[in-house]
């Protein structure tokens, strides 16, 4: 399942080789939410791997841009202690205008279901 993020980036990483075949470069960006007629900025940190590190070269921090992502988690243990770790692993980023964005985070659509699915379906709420 794929989510999206728009936003401004504040800031991006060097690629860093973490094994001799696995790279990682981190970025973060900038968001507002409106929450009760406040605003709430919120830094989020992205990660690319592997060839999607070079992904980051055609942006340059204040640029606006629409994150694509997946969130990825993982188990390990060390000296008996369980620990856990939450990825946002950036697999595409598109330039957008922030003229007029608020950088909101997308939220889903409201369910809505289709009318041809309920054909059949009884009615039989008391109200």
Do not use: C, H
Not at 55 to 79: A, H, M, Q, T, Y
């Amino acid at each position: 399942m794929g989510f999206d993020l728009s936003g401004k980036i504040v800031s991006i990483g060097d690629t860093v080789q973490r094994s001799a075949t696995f790279k990682t470069r981190e970025f973060v960006v900038e968001t507002n939410e409106d929450i009760n007629g406040r605003t709430i900025t919120n830094f989020v940190k992205f990660q690319t791997v592997q060839d999607r590190t070079s992904i980051l070269d055609r942006f340059k921090i204040g640029d606006g841009v629409k994150v694509l992502f997946n969130i990825k988690g993982s188990k390990w243990e060390k000296n008996g202690q369980t620990n856990y770790i939450t990825n946002l692993d950036a697999w595409r980023i598109e330039q957008v205008s922030m003229s007029g964005s608020t950088g909101n985070v997308d939220t889903p659509p409201a369910f809505s279901p289709d009318p041809e699915s309920q054909q059949g379906i009884a009615d039989d709420l008391p109200f």
